[in-house]
């Protein structure tokens, strides 16, 4: 059974940091590309972060400058962390898993999301 579990959302004032995580079980985390989506109100889920399991990370315009992608493989666990934060990051955030080679045979995984509120 394969379970990604995020952590580390919730309310913050706009200008302020969280950082999420994401630990998974199930997969050889080593082999996955990970990456964290978010939806927020009104629009379409869209990649924040990326991070491959050769530690190449890419950005969203939206948050490149502000949100860094990081993941330790000891401790099967992604991380975004996430400064000078702004109302338009309100959203659920999702983790995903992404195999690097097998993708296309089905070996992609979703966490369960987790919200992050900015206030203004």
């Known amino acids: 059974q394969v379970q990604l579990v995020e952590s580390g959302g919730g309310l913050v004032q706009a200008g302020g940091s969280l950082r999420l995580s994401c630990t998974a079980s199930?997969?050889?985390?080593?082999?996955?590309?990970m990456g964290w989506y978010r939806q927020g109100p009104g629009k379409q889920r869209e990649l924040v972060a990326a991070?491959?399991?050769?530690?190449?990370?890419t950005y969203s315009d939206s948050v490149k400058g502000r949100f860094t992608i990081s993941r330790d493989d000891a401790k099967n666990t992604v991380y975004l962390q996430m400064n000078s934060l702004k109302p338009e990051d309100t959203a659920v955030y999702y983790c995903?898993?992404?195999?690097?080679?097998?993708?296309?045979?089905?070996?992609?995984?979703w966490g369960q999301g987790i919200q992050v509120t900015v206030t203004s």
């Open positions: 995903n898993a992404k195999h690097k080679y097998l993708e296309y045979l089905g070996y992609n995984y």
């Open positions: 991070i491959t399991s050769g530690i190449t990370s």
């Open positions: 199930g997969i050889i985390f080593s082999v996955y590309d």
